[in-house]
């Protein structure tokens, strides 16, 4: 299943409205879901949404217009549209968008790898999830429900500018999740898992098949109701990817978004100065680095610009900021390809794509040995990080470190701390490395698919939990 490639259209319209800055963006996507819940089909959708969305900039002012016909006509009248737009608030504008900078855009045709999940019947999902929700439900006396859930999202964008760009994409994400909730004597717990990828179902379960998704879902759920409560205090924890992925995108990475920087952010300023232990290096990519697969995948941005791998802190020092070509252009650097809108009727945000903290040489057993008294933490829970750095997030499980031998199985903490300085505790960082929130989306006016992971990392935060 394809459209016809859009760009020859584009381009038509374009010549026929030539004159200053324009930007047209055909964005097609379908999304198809399936849901269930105590043995029941809870909801099962397929839905499609598809349009061109048009950007000018005149007079130093942006103009946007979208439309939801595929016809020359009417995407030469939203160009129209954006132009009176951009000329009714030009005269109210105290300051400009300069010109934007010269870029080699894409062009050409870019296919993501898995696209012939595309033509498999939801049937197959449909069984899957009923059957292992099944399994995680009769897997335990103690589990009282499950769910489980599959959504796969399939997108084309044709993106054609007046200054060069002609690139036509297509992708697909899958994404699977599985809850199971255990009860006993009024105790209620959670188990969950979920994994989100950008390719087919050998992408989306690199690292571990849904069978073992489910099993570790519902024996966490049941382990819980049992499991003790850590002591609180400032101590070394070890990070699992999952949370070194919540911190570098949540806590790190919005604070280098260049809209954020240019408001005040706690980045603002700090290029060329030490953020962290030398042992860090922190990235954005839009290229699935180590392994294929990332949810936050996308070969062109929505602006035409190649994506790439753009390193934010290296080795400690803070070198990069992340822009479209606006913010590239106020800054004086180039476009790292970080501009990105969630529907065909949105105008492009400056948004994360894959965001990371490279792998070190240490094992995952040699950071363990490391520890004296510690905690190694694992599964994300909630939170929340603000433009300062500040960030709190709950985790789902612990397990104490003692003399570098881990102990039994303990209730998750909130942990919270000021991001630059955990990543400057920074004392050990392993070779293994894992994306772990492709199921997740962001949200920044508008949502955006997005991956993040890690290594493992031993770090010092601030512990919520009991008091000795």
Known sequence: MQTQDPTDLLAEALAKKAGGFVELRFHRRRTRSVAVEKGRVDSSKISEHTGVGVRVLEDGTWGFASTDRIESGTIEQAIDNARRAARASAARRKQRTPDLPHVELARGRFDAPGLEL??????????????????????????????????????????????????????????????AIAGDAG?????????????NWDCLFHHNTAEAM???????????????????????????????????????GHTVE?????????????????????????????????????????????????????????????????????????????????????????????????????PGE????????????????????????????????GTLIARPIKNGKLGELQRGVNISGQAFDVLGSVDGV?????????????????????????????CEVLVGGRQA
Not at 190 to 199: F, I, K, L, Q
Not at 430 to 458: I, M
């Open 118 to 179: 595309i033509d498999k019947p939801i049937d197959e999902a449909l069984a899957m999830v009923l059957r292992l929700e099944e399994n995680a439900r009769k897997s335990s006396t103690a589990i009282q429900s499950a769910s489980s859930s599959y959504t796969e999202l399939y997108e084309e964008k044709g993106i054609v500018t007046s200054d060069g760009a002609k690139a036509w994409t297509r992708l697909v994400r899958p994404e699977f999740r599985i809850v």
């Open 187 to 199: 105790e209620i717990q959670r188990g969950r898992e979920s994994v989100g990828a950008t390719g």
């Open 214 to 252: 489910t099993d570790r879902a519902a024996k966490t759920a049941v382990d819980l109701l049992k499991a003790g409560y850590p002591t609180g205090g400032r101590k070394r924890v070890l990070l699992s990817p999952q949370l070194v992925g919540i911190l570098t995108h949540e806590a790190i």
């Open 258 to 358: 260049a809209d954020f920087v240019a408001s005040g952010s706690c980045a603002r300023g700090k290029l060329g100065t030490r953020v962290g232990s030398d042992l860090v290096t922190l990235c954005d990519s839009g290229i699935s680095e180590f392994h294929e697969g990332a949810g936050g995948s996308l070969p062109v941005d929505d602006e035409g610009v190649p994506t790439q791998r753009t390193t934010i802190i290296e080795n400690g020092k803070l070198v990069s900021y992340l822009h479209d070509r606006e913010s590239a252009a106020a800054f004086g650097v180039e476009p790292t390809g970080n501009a990105r809108a969630w529907e065909y009727d949105d105008e492009p945000l400056i948004r994360m794509r894959n965001t990371y903290i490279a």
């Open 362 to 393: 240490q094992s995952y057993d040699e950071l363990i040995a490391g520890i004296d008294d510690g905690l190694l933490l694992d599964g994300a829970a909630n939170g929340q990080a603000d433009a300062n750095g500040e960030f709190m997030f």
């Open 430 to 458: 392993s070779s293994e490395f894992r994306w772990d929130l492709g199921s997740g989306y962001c949200g920044k006016g508008q949502p955006a698919k997005v991956d993040a992971g890690g290594p493992w990392v031993s």
